[in-house]
């Protein structure tokens, strides 16, 4: 993996954290993505890698900067130019993420139609909203409100709504404790990360294939780790085995890595987290230290998993390592890097929440 050179532009904080409270606070996508390019720009980051960071092109990057710089925050509040999107209000805009995120074509009169293509959005849009657009001017609707063409990921059918429901309910008013009663919000995981993991598609000559080689080994790192939800920060420790001496040692880790403040931890309901061994401990230290636990059967609500998904994709998918060395140097790379730039990770990972 390149590691990235950063010229961090200094004596700039009172603007970083100007726009930090921004960020936090808007409930504007747009918005969210041009406050996310200036920290990627006081970061140090070029206009191509942000540009590559953010799927924008370079020259959208050197407009918001161009923007603030000329007029601050209220700079960004600019126009989308192509004038076809103009015809889509914000009501409207609200309705088209809301259907395309949680219904099916054939939930709205498609028949035997299941997965969103832009022609069957423009069509739906055609007989909700009775505006007529053309499959270029969808498209870009579409990137505009975030939304992009992804594969889909199964979740468990026996998670229960009603307590992710709550769940969310629950973690918006933590959410409103921080810097508060509430110092610090960690998601915490494990996760095996094998010397090969899988194969993924990517770009290649048209009509041959990558040929990735093997060693016949399956060799793994396990760790256990945190992600901090409002700084982005990872912190990963490897183990040989799990169980609840480990994590209660782990915890312990958790604990100096954050030496003041009042901690809220949220993870899934594996067997060493509700261990009879660790329970005097979480006594001693409940006043540091408190584990918020996810509905059972809903690891998508663990923000933590997306960062073992991008690590794998990163540096794991369609490479076969020779050693367990080898693994555990290209997984503490990536860590290091990652925690070179923060916001990107949240990003990624905590905006969602």
């Not at 726009?19 to 996310?36: H, P």
């Not at 093997?214 to 912190?235: C, D, Q, S, W």
């Not at 809220?264 to 060493?272: E, G, P, Q, R, S």
Request: charged letters at 30%; hydrophobic letters at 35%; a positive charge.
């Amino acid at each position: 993996m390149d590691v990235l050179v950063l010229n961090k532009i200094t004596g700039h904080e009172d603007e970083i954290n100007e726009i930090k409270d921004a960020l936090k606070s808007t409930k504007s996508v747009r918005l969210y993505k041009r406050y996310s390019v200036l920290l990627k720009h006081f970061d140090g980051f070029t206009n191509r890698q942000i540009a590559k960071m953010e799927n924008i092109d370079e020259h959208t990057v050197s407009i918001y900067i161009k923007n603030y710089k000329s007029k601050g925050l209220g700079g960004l509040n600019i126009g989308h130019g192509g004038g076809a999107s103009k015809k889509i209000n914000e009501k409207q805009e609200k309705i088209i993420v809301e259907t395309i995120t949680t219904k099916t074509p054939e939930d709205v009169g498609f028949e035997s139609k299941k997965n969103w293509t832009i022609e069957l959005v423009r069509q739906w849009i055609i007989k909700e909203f009775n505006i007529t657009m053309s499959h270029r001017g969808i498209a870009y609707v579409l990137h505009r409100l975030n939304l992009s063409y992804t594969r889909p990921t199964y979740v468990l059918a026996k998670a229960d709504k009603e307590k992710q429901e709550k769940f969310k309910n629950d973690f918006e008013v933590l959410k409103k404790m921080l810097n508060g009663l509430v110092d610090t919000i960690l998601f915490e995981d494990e996760s095996m990360i094998r010397d090969y993991q899988a194969i993924q598609k990517n770009w290649f000559i048209k009509g041959h294939q990558r040929k990735i080689p093997t060693y016949g080994k399956n060799a793994g790192v396990k760790l256990m780790g945190i992600l901090n939800y409002e700084t982005g920060k990872v912190y990963c420790e490897e183990h040989e085995k799990y169980d609840a001496q480990i994590f209660k040692d782990f915890l312990e880790n958790v604990l100096k890595q954050y030496p003041t403040g009042k901690i809220v931890m949220v993870l899934d309901n594996a067997k060493i987290h509700h261990a009879k061994l660790i329970q005097p401990f979480l006594n001693e230290v409940r006043d540091r230290l408190e584990l918020m636990f996810l509905p059972p059967y809903s690891p998508e609500m663990n923000l933590i998993e997306g960062l073992w998904g991008w690590l794998k994709s990163s540096v794991i998918n369609n490479v076969f390592y020779k050693s367990l060395p080898q693994v555990r140097n290209a997984v503490e790379k990536f860590i290091r890097n990652i925690n070179l730039v923060p916001t990107q990770t949240i990003d990624r990972l905590c905006v969602r929440m």
